[in-house]
């Protein structure tokens, strides 16, 4: 149980395009999604908490209007890139919980790369 | 506000053997969670063991175990019998058992595991 789909997996755009990212809770409802951007041998840096039904909480030095989130059900949450440029390319995981006490699942992960 | 330290960036190790890997956090709260999440090269996250603050008995799982030192805020993971498939980058991370917005998770900058044969 527990599972958490993200897709795609990879994607290309070309600079200026958007792309929107996709995390979806299988198995189980998670009001509470999470947002993270990981760079190459480096930690995740959580980028925004996603709730079910109101606005997202963006981290300090996260650009809302670059990085669109929306949580329009249990177990939907996208990530929309806006005018896409090379210095967003990266890995982005998304994660949920049914609750503190189970922990964390994760996404598979995108990489998004922007040429 | 909460820090996790991981101060073995990376670490190696004979299959077979045992390993510990390292991690200490701040906080000034009594009620949390720690764990410990594993990320192989295709780079999904894998839940490896989890240890409520509460709980004095230290978490196992199979040949993974953790040291929970709560004085000291030391939360240590032991790979026992280290297998090829451990090799991973290793996730300390840190939650505070409060409701809301809190319930996100705190990463240390991990720890880059090698298994050798």
């Known amino acids: 149980g527990a599972v958490v789909s993200q897709h795609p997996s990879w994607v290309i755009c070309k600079s200026g395009t958007s792309v929107k990212i996709e995390c979806r809770s299988l198995?189980?409802?998670?009001?509470?999604m999470f947002w993270y951007r990981q760079f190459p041998k480096q930690s995740l840096m959580l980028m925004a908490t996603?709730?079910?039904?109101?606005?997202?909480?963006?981290e300090q030095g996260v650009e809302k209007d670059k990085f669109l989130i929306n949580h329009a059900s249990l177990t939907l949450s996208t990530l929309t890139v806006t005018s896409a440029h090379p210095e967003d390319s990266s890995f982005y995981i998304c994660?949920?919980?049914?609750?503190?006490?189970?922990?964390?699942?994760f996404g598979s992960g995108t990489r998004l790369t922007v040429v | 506000a909460q820090t996790v330290t991981q101060s073995q960036p990376e670490m190696s190790v004979q299959e077979a053997e045992t390993v510990t890997l390292s991690c200490t956090y701040d906080?000034?709260?009594?009620?949390?969670?720690l764990f410990w999440y594993k990320q192989p090269p295709s780079r999904q996250m894998i839940l490896v063991i989890r240890?409520?603050?509460?709980?004095?008995q230290n978490a196992t799982e199979n040949r993974f175990s953790v040291n929970f030192q709560k004085a000291a805020k030391s939360f240590s993971l032991k790979i026992s019998d280290s297998q090829l498939g451990d090799t991973a980058m290793y996730f300390c991370?840190?939650?505070?058992?409060?409701?809301?917005?809190?319930?996100?998770?705190?990463f240390g900058k991990g720890t880059l595991l090698t298994v050798n044969p």
């Open positions: 994660s949920a919980s049914r609750g503190p006490v189970y922990g964390y699942t």
């Open positions: 198995d189980f409802q998670a009001t509470t």
């Open positions: 996603s709730n079910e039904g109101s606005k997202a909480t963006y």
């Open positions: 906080t000034s709260e009594s009620n949390y969670y």
């Open positions: 240890q409520e603050a509460y709980k004095q």
């Open positions: 991370a840190f939650m505070l058992a409060s409701g809301g917005s809190n319930y996100k998770l705190t």
